[in-house]
């Protein structure tokens, strides 16, 4: 009776043993969907950029010739005409020579102006300038085409300064200057004031954008510029702002600025580097942490120190279309917004700073306003106190934040010889 009971108990294990065994084999498995939360792509969005694309200049003056001068600025259809003609032809066999700016100014032509003094190798990028020395010629700001009565040669100025050189060939004829000229001929007159600005002697239309606005986070930001972002520790200021580092870089995050800061000083001081070298690293980097978001400039590329180990590079922001694209200049409170700013030693990047807050997109509003001109203008730049520290006045944009948008007021801005930027006072859009 005990053996016939294991001999049932031993085949019903087998049994279970068998059916265990098919299900094992024969059955799919069900697993339960982990859904990812709070997961933050590493790369930061925004389009790509190539150097040639960063270099055009700030305003194009037309001058008539006979004390009388418009201006054009960025994105307007002449001033693509003219640039465009401008970038195809060839100056060669620049050399140094005297150059006398009031001689130009009454002269029929063209002034193509930048807003800071960039090395001729730069330029080369967007234009065909040919002969010995470029890379050892001094930083120029502007470009002076024109013409002389009696003569049927065009002269050309690359002027700064240090300096002025003049191309001794230059493909562009007497028609191309009469031409470009031409196309101011219905445009607003602007009166040249002392020190080289120009003031419009009507009201300058202009256009209040309202743009949706999407903001960096602290977790894209470590995962864009760490090599290991899960070895960041993470520190508060007293004023509020976070620190992450990982003992070697550092990225300061001011909540109150909407402004970032990366650090990276360990990278080597060693070689000597061109301007255009240091430009085409500062593309690189910006292009893989972050992009650009918009239209941007080339506004200056300096050397720190004389004989120094470093250069700065600053990116400005344009915006617009019609009538004309203006840069951003910083917001209503005077916190930062608008420019890129990089250091970089020997091609490598040690500082980057720039706004947390990204336009997002096309505009989502509209407002045409004007500038004041004429003598309501004339008025306030004459009441102005530091006209002497005055190195430009421009229209441009001021940003004031409003929660998830941003809100570009047109002002006349001051740009200052020491470097800053600041609001014209009354100088704002109506």
Same mark, same amino acid.
């Given at each position: 009776?005990?053996?016939?009971?294991?001999?049932?108990?031993?085949?019903?294990?087998?049994?279970?043993?068998?059916?265990?065994?098919?299900?094992?084999?024969?059955?799919?498995?069900?697993?339960?969907?982990?859904?990812?939360?709070?997961?933050?792509?590493?790369?930061?969005? @925004?389009?790509?950029?190539?150097?040639? &694309?960063? /270099?055009?200049? %700030? $305003?194009?003056?037309?001058?008539? +010739?006979? *004390? !009388?001068?418009?201006?054009?600025?960025?994105?307007?259809?002449?001033?693509?005409?003219?640039?465009?003609?401008?970038?195809?032809?060839?100056?060669?066999?620049?050399?140094?020579?005297?150059?006398?700016?009031?001689?130009?100014?009454?002269?029929?032509?063209?002034?193509?102006?930048?807003?800071?003094?960039?090395?001729?190798?730069?330029?080369?990028?967007?234009?065909?300038?040919?002969?010995?020395?470029?890379?050892?010629?001094?930083?120029?700001?502007?470009?002076?085409?024109?013409?002389?009565?009696?003569?049927?040669?065009?002269?050309?100025?690359?002027?700064?300064?240090? @300096?002025?050189?003049?191309?001794?060939? &230059?493909? /562009?004829?007497? %028609? $191309?200057?009469?031409?470009?000229? +031409?196309? *101011? !001929?219905?445009?607003?007159?602007?009166?040249?004031?002392?020190?080289?600005?120009?003031?419009?002697?009507?009201?300058?239309?202009?256009?209040?954008?309202?743009?949706?606005?999407?903001?960096?986070?602290?977790?894209?930001?470590?995962?864009?510029?760490?090599?290991?972002?899960?070895?960041?520790?993470?520190?508060?200021?007293?004023?509020?702002?976070?620190?992450?580092?990982?003992?070697?870089?550092?990225?300061?995050?001011?909540?109150?600025?909407?402004?970032?800061?990366?650090?990276?000083?360990?990278?080597?001081?060693?070689?000597?580097?061109?301007?255009?070298?240091?430009?085409?690293?500062?593309?690189?980097?910006?292009?893989?942490?972050?992009?650009?978001?918009?239209?941007?400039?080339?506004?200056?590329?300096?050397?720190?120190?004389?004989?120094?180990?470093?250069?700065?590079?600053?990116?400005?922001?344009?915006?617009?279309?019609?009538?004309?694209?203006?840069?951003?200049?910083?917001?209503?409170?005077?916190?930062?917004?608008?420019?890129?700013?990089?250091?970089?030693?020997?091609?490598?990047?040690?500082?980057?700073?720039?706004?947390?807050?990204?336009?997002?997109?096309?505009?989502?509003?509209?407002?045409?306003?004007?500038?004041?001109?004429?003598?309501?203008?004339?008025?306030?730049?004459?009441?102005?106190?530091?006209?002497?520290?005055?190195?430009?006045?421009?229209?441009?944009?001021?940003?004031?934040?409003?929660?998830?948008?941003?809100?570009?007021?047109?002002?006349?801005?001051?740009?200052?010889?020491?470097?800053?930027?600041?609001?014209?006072?009354?100088?704002?859009?109506?």
């Amino acid at each position: 009776m005990m053996e016939r009971a294991k001999t049932l108990c031993l085949a019903v294990l087998i049994a279970a043993s068998l059916v265990q065994s098919y299900l094992l084999a024969y059955s799919e498995p069900k697993f339960d969907t982990i859904i990812p939360t709070d997961y933050v792509e590493s790369k930061l969005e @925004g389009t790509q950029a190539e150097l040639a &694309a960063l /270099l055009f200049p %700030k $305003d194009i003056v037309l001058h008539f +010739g006979n *004390g !009388e001068h418009t201006l054009l600025y960025p994105h307007m259809i002449f001033y693509r005409m003219i640039l465009e003609v401008v970038e195809q032809r060839t100056f060669d066999g620049l050399r140094e020579a005297a150059f006398a700016s009031e001689t130009a100014q009454d002269a029929a032509g063209v002034e193509i102006r930048f807003a800071g003094e960039l090395p001729l190798s730069l330029l080369q990028q967007a234009m065909n300038l040919k002969g010995e020395g470029l890379h050892a010629a001094a930083p120029i700001d502007r470009i002076h085409i024109f013409t002389q009565p009696g003569r049927e040669d065009v002269r050309v100025f690359f002027v700064g300064s240090d @300096g002025a050189y003049e191309a001794t060939r &230059a493909d /562009l004829t007497v %028609k $191309d200057v009469e031409r470009f000229v +031409g196309f *101011g !001929e219905a445009r607003t007159r602007y009166t040249a004031a002392s020190g080289g600005h120009y003031l419009p002697d009507e009201p300058l239309p202009m256009v209040q954008y309202t743009y949706e606005s999407r903001r960096f986070t602290a977790d894209q930001l470590q995962r864009s510029l760490f090599p290991d972002p899960f070895s960041t520790r993470n520190l508060t200021e007293r004023d509020g702002s976070e620190i992450y580092t990982d003992g070697k870089r550092g990225l300061q995050l001011s909540t109150e600025r909407e402004w970032f800061s990366y650090t990276d000083p360990a990278a080597t001081a060693e070689g000597e580097r061109t301007a255009l070298e240091t430009a085409l690293s500062a593309v690189q980097f910006v292009n893989r942490h972050g992009g650009w978001n918009g239209d941007y400039m080339l506004e200056s590329i300096r050397q720190d120190q004389p004989n120094g180990a470093e250069q700065s590079v600053v990116f400005r922001h344009y915006v617009g279309t019609y009538p004309g694209s203006y840069p951003i200049i910083g917001t209503r409170n005077g916190a930062p917004f608008g420019p890129i700013e990089l250091t970089l030693r020997n091609r490598n990047v040690t500082s980057y700073e720039r706004s947390t807050v990204q336009l997002d997109g096309q505009p989502v509003g509209r407002m045409p306003l004007h500038l004041p001109g004429g003598d309501r203008l004339l008025k306030l730049w004459n009441a102005y106190s530091e006209k002497a520290l005055v190195r430009a006045i421009f229209p441009a944009y001021r940003a004031n934040f409003a929660e998830d948008r941003v809100v570009l007021e047109p002002i006349w801005a001051l740009s200052m010889i020491d470097g800053s930027v600041r609001a014209l006072p009354g100088g704002g859009a109506y």
